[in-house]
């Protein structure tokens, strides 16, 4: 049986750094609101010459170097992210350009649960036999879009990537069960008008109203704690484990009461859950994966245990897998 082994992770943010504070003075805001209602503090924003592609490749070259491999071994590179630097080519190709290599490459869009579906997609081509080693990044510059005038968007996000490499093999590792969703009826929740291909539509959105990301917040908050912990839930009992065999819950970092609240659901407790939201707000398609490259580096679980991964976002849509972490020592089929 093959398996994809998780063999490398990493992550990159930009260094420019967004506070509460700074937001005080842009927006009719307080660092008191925007702690107790989310739990962000700080969140970090693209400058100049930062980009998608410059991210996306600073944080696969920190994977592929925790995986002791170069660009060359990689022969399929699977993006996530809604906020491509171009829509023509994909953002997987435009990466692949700059890190070097030959692999195949195309991108996930399912916005911010992106990282997760990418993920299932990648592991099952391994699993089939048709790749060997994939590189799956989560990768989004959501601030570009964001409407610093509207302070109950612009208090949430921040920009930066993920990444993991995956590799064929032999012990039972990596994504062991899988939970997506979607439910398109609840687009108008969370959804930016004007950066698509209804044209002449969307030039015309672009010039004379908002392209800017659109949220309700309150509906999205419901939808997000009910998914949450449903999706983590079910798909523990798909993997053939009970909550008590998870490690760490390594949830998408969009509001800590909404984490929070699927954490009480799973009854897992604090020091079982990552949360870095302070620090880097909701990076969308990369929360995920840098969530994961920080709890691993930080040494918070090891070879062998069990992880819950969770997503929810625009589409609405919804993803949750359990990973078995296998990042030391795990045997590779066809060194
Ligand atoms: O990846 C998925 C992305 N999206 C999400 O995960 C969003 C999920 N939703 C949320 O996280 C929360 O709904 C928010 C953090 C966006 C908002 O928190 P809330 O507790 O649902 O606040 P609310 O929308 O009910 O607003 C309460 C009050 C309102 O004022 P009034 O009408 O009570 O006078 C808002 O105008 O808070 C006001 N408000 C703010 N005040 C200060 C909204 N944003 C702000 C702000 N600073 N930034």
Redesign the pocket.
């Known amino acids: 049986m093959r398996h994809a082994a998780i063999t490398g992770y990493g992550m990159a943010v930009p260094q420019k750094v967004l506070s509460n504070a700074d ?1 005080e003075r842009m ?4 660092d008191e ?2 702690v107790s ?2 739990g962000i503090r700080e969140r970090r924003v693209v400058g100049t010459g930062d980009t998608t592609t410059s991210l996306a490749v600073a944080a696969a070259r920190n994977a592929l170097t925790v995986a002791g491999l170069t660009a060359d071994d990689i022969d399929l590179i699977v993006v996530a992210t809604c906020t491509p630097d171009q829509f023509v080519v994909s953002e997987a190709c435009l990466v692949q350009a700059q890190l070097g290599g030959t692999a195949a490459a195309f991108d996930v869009g399912a ?2 649960s992106g990282f997760v579906y990418a993920l299932s997609v990648a592991s099952l081509y391994i699993q089939q036999g048709l790749h060997q080693r994939v590189l799956v990044i989560g990768v989004d510059t959501l601030t570009r879009f964001i409407d610093y005038t509207d ?6 996000f921040g920009d930066g990537a993920g990444a993991v490499v995956l590799e064929a093999s032999d012990q039972e590792r990596g994504l062991l069960s899988i939970v997506l969703g979607a439910d398109g009826t609840g687009s108008q929740h ?1 959804f930016a008008p004007g950066w698509g291909a209804l044209v002449p539509e969307s030039a015309m959105l672009v010039s004379e109203t908002r392209p800017y990301l659109q ?1 309700n ?2 509906e ?2 419901r939808f ?1 704690v009910r998914v949450m912990g449903d999706a983590a839930a079910e798909a523990v009992e798909k993997a053939g484990l009970a909550l008590e065999d998870i490690a760490m819950f390594v949830p ?1 970092q ?2 800590k ?2 984490i929070d609240a699927a954490a009480r659901r799973l009854n897992l407790p604090p020091e079982k859950v990552w949360q870095n939201l302070d620090r880097y707000g ?1 990076t ?1 398609a990369a ?1 995920v994966p840098i969530a994961l490259a920080e709890a691993a580096h930080d040494g918070r679980f090891e070879e062998g245990d069990n992880l819950v991964l969770v997503a ?3 589409g609405l849509a919804w993803a949750a897998g359990v990973v078995r972490w296998g990042v030391a020592g795990v045997p590779r089929l066809n060194q």
């Open positions: 937001l927006v009719d805001t307080t609101w925007i209602r989310t916005a911010c302070r109950a968007t612009c208090v949430l969370l949220m917040g309150q999205v908050f997000a998408h969009a509001n009461r909404i909701n969308s929360s929810f976002g625009a």
